[in-house]
């Protein structure tokens, strides 16, 4: 368990509306990621955070934003929802330790886009 | 997008039978990671790679990084009901800096009793 909470964990809503995504660390870890899962295509990035106020793009982040105001929280923003962004979204963290480096997930958020 | 080639992407197996599977690339990758994923959760990390000829154990499962830095496998030995999942391989290419990892699409694993 790497501490991370994401809410919520289901949420329906229609086009055009905003959506925000929160993910929860109670770890202090610099790095978080947030991926969207889709049949047929694995895992695939949207953004990161490599700190407070510091993020980029990932391999799919239209119609996606981002925001960390604090080390702890990383918000995933749709701003104009459609129904192509129907589908399970996961955050994760980068815990750095001695020996391993690697991207521990949440729960899931699974979001219905109509 | 680049993905990474898992393969296979289903298997129907007995209940004490021995699983393979396997992610290929045309790329080399610095980093493999294995996890698996039950329905409705997140994935779970089972073993990490990180150096090329690397084989790794976790249990019944053994995990190796490829020679040629473009592949890696996962073998689970006498499968048990609790196997059941979704297995993904991941690859990180480039070794410093922000570890965006590339995903493989999946391997479903379904075991008869």
């Known amino acids: 368990d790497a501490g991370i909470t994401q809410s919520p964990r289901h949420k329906v809503t229609e086009t055009g509306t905003p959506v925000t995504l929160r993910c929860h660390q109670t770890?202090?870890?610099?790095?978080m990621y947030w991926y969207r899962q889709d049949p047929g295509h694995g895992l695939r990035l949207i953004h990161y955070?490599?700190?407070?106020?510091?993020?980029d793009k990932g391999e799919v982040s239209d119609g996606y934003s981002v925001s960390r105001s604090k080390t702890e929280d990383f918000l995933l923003t749709l701003e104009s929802a459609t129904s192509s962004q129907t589908s399970v979204y996961f955050c994760?963290?980068?815990?750095?330790?001695?020996?391993?480096?690697?991207?521990?997930f949440g729960p899931g958020t699974r979001l219905t886009v109509l | 997008g680049q993905q990474l080639n898992q393969s296979p992407q289903s298997m129907f197996i007995q209940e004490g039978e021995d699983v393979s599977m396997n992610c290929t690339s045309s790329?080399?990758?610095?980093?493999w990671l294995w996890y698996k994923q039950d329905p409705g959760e997140g994935p779970v990390l089972l073993i990490a790679?990180?150096?090329?000829?690397e084989l790794t154990s976790n249990g019944r499962l053994t995990a190796q990084f490829g020679i040629t830095r473009k592949d890696s496998f996962l073998n689970i030995s006498a499968s048990i009901p609790s196997d059941v999942g979704i297995y993904f391989c991941?690859?990180?290419?480039?070794?410093?800096?922000?570890?965006?990892?590339?995903f493989g699409q999946g391997t479903r694993l379904t075991i008869n009793p």
């Open positions: 994760a963290i980068r815990a750095d330790r001695v020996g391993t480096d690697t991207q521990y």
């Open positions: 770890e202090n870890h610099r790095y």
């Open positions: 955070s490599y700190g407070v106020k510091d993020t």
């Open positions: 790329s080399i990758f610095n980093t």
């Open positions: 790679l990180y150096k090329a000829g």
């Open positions: 991941a690859g990180q290419r480039i070794p410093q800096g922000a570890q965006k990892l590339v």
